[in-house]
């Protein structure tokens, strides 16, 4: 089974997509795909589709849908040679007590193969291994296609699973941009940044990074715009001023004076 939830919902069965056309079955193949070898109690799927307003009839119209989904795998069965211990589409999606599972097989994830090689940047990271850092955390960063569940309708459940994927997305791209300007990469970060700053107008890390590579490419009068900027959107929008470390930040650049692409500003705190 192959299973892809950053960006569009994409489960394939022997190769064959089983992602149904109607917008509730596929919130609850969303939600069972993202939680792949994990019972899903059916209340928390008809919290799901339904936002704690279920209908009396909600368990039935959810075993209705869990009907569909496997007539869909089915038919991708019938289509190629099933694994090895799958005989039908039960064997897939598994009725536990309570609840459902999808079964993976030991297939492809993209959710945890991006889990997997975030951890292994961030330990690099972490042990000054920059080029090690760059190099897996941009392999993870490659695995999204766009926002998590792209064309599924969401609900308080899935609405939670994205975000927390969003904020693991953000924590790797902070981080694999710390490594690239570590090793002297500013330049070429440049642009990547430039529509970094305008999309997340609040996030301090992101405009930090942005200023120093401003800075070291010799655009001292830029990074220091960047920095009111960003100011000014947090007074206005947020009612708060820059961190600490960002003032700080501004204040090295500032110093620098004309000789600032010479010298190092401090750091941004993330």
């Given at each position: 089974?192959?299973?892809?939830?950053?960006?569009?919902?994409?489960?394939?069965?022997?190769?064959?997509?089983?992602?149904?056309?109607?917008?509730?079955?596929?919130?609850?193949?969303?939600?069972?795909?993202?939680?792949?070898?994990?019972?899903?109690?059916?209340?928390?799927?008809?919290?799901?589709?339904?936002?704690?307003?279920?209908?009396?009839?909600?368990?039935?119209?959810?075993?209705?849908?869990?009907?569909?989904?496997?007539?869909?795998?089915?038919?991708?069965?019938?289509?190629?040679?099933?694994?090895?211990?799958?005989?039908?589409?039960?064997?897939?999606?598994?009725?536990?007590?309570?609840?459902?599972?999808?079964?993976?097989?030991?297939?492809?994830?993209?959710?945890?193969?991006?889990?997997?090689?975030?951890?292994?940047?961030?330990?690099?990271?972490?042990?000054?291994?920059?080029?090690?850092?760059?190099?897996?955390?941009?392999?993870?960063?490659?695995?999204?296609?766009?926002?998590?569940?792209?064309?599924?309708?969401?609900g308080?459940?899935?609405?939670?699973?994205?975000?927390?994927?969003?904020?693991?997305?953000?924590?790797?791209?902070?981080?694999?941009?710390?490594?690239?300007?570590?090793?002297?990469?500013?330049r070429?970060?440049?642009?990547?940044?430039?529509?970094?700053?305008?999309?997340?107008?609040?996030?301090?890390?992101?405009?930090?990074?942005?200023?120093?590579?401003?800075?070291?490419?010799?655009?001292?009068?830029?990074?220091?715009?960047?920095?009111q900027?960003?100011?000014?959107?947090?007074?206005?929008?947020?009612?708060?001023?820059?961190?600490?470390?960002?003032?700080?930040?501004?204040?090295?650049?500032?110093?620098?004076?004309?000789?600032?692409?010479?010298?190092?500003?401090?750091?941004?705190?993330?």
């Open positions: 089974m192959e299973i892809r939830v950053l960006g569009a919902l994409d489960v394939r069965v022997c190769g064959e997509s089983v992602v149904p056309t109607a917008p509730k079955p596929r919130q609850v193949l969303g939600l069972l795909a993202v939680r792949a070898d994990q019972v899903v109690p059916a209340g928390v799927l008809a919290e799901e589709l339904w936002s704690g307003r279920p209908p009396r009839t909600a368990r039935t119209i959810v075993q209705t849908y869990v009907l569909h989904l496997r007539d869909l795998i089915d038919r991708a069965l019938a289509r190629a040679a099933a694994p090895a211990g799958v005989s039908c589409a039960k064997d897939v999606l598994v009725t536990s007590p309570g609840g459902y599972l999808l079964n993976s097989g030991n297939g492809t994830l993209d959710v945890r193969e991006f889990e997997r090689l975030a951890g292994a940047g961030h330990r690099a990271m972490g042990e000054g291994d920059h080029p090690q850092a760059a190099r897996t955390l941009g392999e993870a960063l490659a695995l999204w296609r766009g926002p998590a569940f792209a064309d599924v309708p969401a308080g459940q899935l609405a939670v699973e994205a975000q927390r994927l969003e904020e693991a997305r953000l924590c790797a791209l902070d981080q694999r941009i710390e490594a690239d300007l570590r090793l002297g990469r500013h070429a970060l440049l642009a990547e940044l430039t529509v970094l700053v305008d999309r997340y107008r609040t996030h301090e890390s992101l405009h930090g990074q942005y200023m120093i590579a401003l800075h070291r490419s010799g655009r001292r009068g830029e990074a220091l715009a960047a920095y900027r960003l100011r000014a959107t947090l007074v206005r929008e947020l009612g708060m001023e820059p961190s600490a470390g960002l003032r700080r930040l501004q204040r090295s650049v500032l110093l620098a004076g004309s000789e600032g692409a010479e010298r190092e500003p401090a750091p941004a705190a993330p």
